[in-house]
Every structure is written in structure tokens, then in C-alpha cells.
T-cell receptor, first 113, second 109 residues
Framework: AQTIHQWPVAEIKAVGSPLSLGCTIK??????LYWYWQATGGTLQQLFY??????VESVVQLNLSASRPKDDQFILSTEKLLLSHSGFYLC????????????FGHGTKLSVL | QQKVQQSPESLIVPEGGMASLNCTSS?????YFWWYRQHSGKSPKMLM?????GEKEEGRFTVHLNKASLHTSLHIRDSQPSDSALYLC?????????FGDGTQLVVKP
């Protein structure tokens, strides 16, 4: 069975500090991977997606970057956090093109103060 | 411009009642429609999907799709308090998956 693990579960960070969030998918080779952001009570906004190692497509620029260093790992990061980065970050995977059912991780709640 | 519009924004139904949620895509390049349910503080989980015209039923949940108008609807019969959640509609195509703002459903005992 496939599992998706996201870390950390929650973070409280200062404005201007760096950030790194990660997720790992086990039990599925070459999944499509996604990062989503959700403001409190807000819409799910797709940030990045990746269909293969080393390739990441940006959907929305929020002063964030993403990388896929391994087939099963997706990293979201920034060198300088803004207040507007606060929210709920969700990593997700899907099988492949044509079946884009998303399986979400538990999410990371980020508070930027 | 929001590519997926959902209505209503919020909905209150009595326990045992019928909840009807609507969703329309403004992007004709979408191929599939999805309904997700998100309980407060949790991640979304896929509830139902529909790819072709018509209706699909799974237990208390029925989803309709009209591909010509890019409109889908979700109906929950015999609603339960545990159905209270944010219901998100998504439309996908070309690795892009757009979510609507959601309908907040409250089922009152």
C-alpha cells in the first residue's frame, strides 16, 4: 500500500527566516507529486507539480521554490518567509496523467509571526 | 479568474435531509471532475469522481455531470452530522488541477 508522509506537522517561524517542508511517498514508483497551499478557510491553491525526478513546474509564484531530489521525495522551501506564507501546506501524489485522483498527506500548518 | 466555481458557499441541512452542491468549470480543457471532502484541520480526501456524462451513485452520494456545460453536482441523501465538512470540487487536465472555494456543509442534529 502507498503511504505519504509529510514533515513537519506544524511550524512556527519568524518573518525573514528560511523554511523547508518535505514529503515522502512510499509504495509507488514515479508518482506525480504536487504542493498545495490553503489559507485558513481558503481555497486550495496548486503551487508546484512534478512528473519526474529533477523536474518541477511552477503553477503560482509565492516566493517559494520546490525540488524533487529523489523519485519519492518532494521539498518546498524559501530563504525568506513572509507573513503571507502562513497557512496549511499539503503534499499530494497521483498515479499518472489521465488519473489525477489526489492522495494528500496530513499537511503542515505553518504560522509566520 | 477562478476556473472552478462552487455554490452555495455554505449550506445547512437537517439530519436526514438532502444536501445538493454545485460546481462549474470555466476552463473547457478539463477532462475530469472530482469531489473531495475536508474535515476541519484535516487534509482533503477524494469522495467521488466522474468523467463522463450522466450520473454515478455510491451509497448515499450521487454525482451528476453535464460535460457540455461543464457542470457537476453532488447530492448527499440522508445527511448525517459526520457529513459536516468543506466539500471541494476539482477539475483536472494536463497535470493542472483546479479547486473551487468549496461549500461548507453543516448537518444539524
Amino acid at each position: 500500500a502507498q503511504t505519504i508522509h509529510q514533515w513537519p506537522v506544524a511550524e512556527i517561524k519568524a518573518v525573514g527566516s528560511p523554511l523547508s517542508l518535505g514529503c515522502t511517498i512510499k509504495g509507488k514508483s514515479s508518482p506525480n507529486l504536487y504542493w498545495y497551499w490553503q489559507a485558513t478557510g481558503g481555497t486550495l491553491q496548486q503551487l508546484f507539480y512534478s512528473i519526474t525526478v529533477g523536474q518541477v513546474e511552477s503553477v503560482v509564484q509565492l516566493n517559494l521554490s520546490a525540488s524533487r531530489p529523489k523519485d519519492d521525495q518532494f521539498i518546498l522551501s524559501t530563504e525568506k518567509l513572509l507573513l503571507s506564507h502562513s497557512g496549511f501546506y499539503l503534499c499530494a501524489w497521483s498515479l499518472n496523467r489521465g488519473d489525477e485522483r489526489l492522495f494528500f498527506g496530513h499537511g503542515t500548518k505553518l504560522s509566520v509571526l | 479568474q477562478q476556473k472552478v466555481q462552487q455554490s452555495p458557499e455554505s449550506l445547512i441541512v437537517p439530519e436526514g435531509g438532502m444536501a445538493s452542491l454545485n460546481c462549474t468549470s470555466s476552463d473547457r480543457n478539463v477532462d475530469y471532475f472530482w469531489w473531495y471532502r475536508q474535515h476541519s484541520g484535516k487534509s482533503p480526501k477524494m469522495l467521488m469522481s466522474i468523467f463522463s456524462n450522466g450520473e454515478k451513485e455510491e451509497g448515499r452520494f450521487t454525482v451528476h455531470l453535464n460535460k457540455a456545460s461543464l457542470h457537476t453536482s453532488l447530492h448527499i441523501r440522508d445527511s448525517q452530522p459526520s457529513d459536516s465538512a468543506l466539500y471541494l470540487c476539482a477539475a483536472s487536465g494536463n497535470n493542472r488541477i483546479f479547486f473551487g472555494d468549496g461549500t461548507q456543509l453543516v448537518v444539524k442534529p
